[in-house]
């Protein structure tokens, strides 16, 4: 069974960091595209940040640019989001989500889409408060 698991989110006040960590197991996605996303009840679940598979390239929504940083080791088979100068609309449940295709040519604006990715972990609850 092929699994995401976010881990690393809790309650933070502004101006504070955490960092996320999203552990695969089931498969490896050393080789798959994989990206952060968000979203806050009632509404669509929003693009945070992308990276190609190799870890060279990435992407960021403009909101947090600058703060967050996505970044993975293959060699453990996770994902991490590093979360710095949290603000109280960062809050929301964020998920780690990845590409089934192997070595897919990574594209930025196609990386931002929901629609892009497979396979989604639960959610991890970040909260800001102020």
């Known amino acids: 069974q092929v699994q995401l698991v976010e881990s690393g989110g809790g309650l933070v006040q502004a101006g504070g960091s955490l960092r996320l960590s999203c552990t695969a197991s089931g498969r490896t996605f050393s080789a798959s595209n994989m990206a952060w996303f968000r979203q806050t009840p009632g509404k669509e679940r929003d693009f945070v940040a992308s990276?190609?598979?190799?870890?060279?390239?990435?992407n960021y929504a403009d909101s947090v640019k600058g703060r967050f940083t996505i970044s993975r080791d293959n060699a453990k088979n996770t994902l991490y989001l590093q979360m710095n100068s949290l603000k109280p609309e960062d809050t929301a449940v964020y998920y780690c989500?990845?590409?089934?295709?192997?070595?897919?040519?990574?594209?930025?604006?196609?990386?931002?889409?929901?629609?892009?990715?497979?396979?989604w972990g639960q959610g991890t609850q970040v909260t800001v408060s102020s």
């Open positions: 990276i190609s598979w190799s870890g060279v390239n990435t």
């Open positions: 989500a990845a590409v089934s295709q192997p070595f897919q040519v990574y594209r930025p604006v196609v990386a931002g889409k929901v629609q892009t990715y497979d396979y």
